[in-house]
């Protein structure tokens, strides 16, 4: 990547990052003007940055397991 494209990428993405910023201090008045639907669909999609995802925990050969707990 050539020293021009470098600088545009870094100028693109710290105009990217001021534009999120800004969205992001509007949210909560932009999530009161949905219908209740929609602030849910926007909800749910915005989970997995806030949350670690959930995985399964299953028992492994070889670790004692016991009827009893």
Known sequence: MSTKDQVFTMG????LKNIMQKEIHN???QLEA?????R???????MPYVFPKVE????????????EW
């Open 12 to 15: 693109l993405r710290e105009s």
């Open 27 to 29: 949210l909560s008045k």
């Open 34 to 38: 949905l219908e209740p639907k929609d």
């Open 40 to 46: 849910l669909n926007v909800l749910c999609k915005l």
């Open 56 to 67: 399964a925990v299953h028992p492994k050969e070889g670790e004692p397991f016991s009827d």
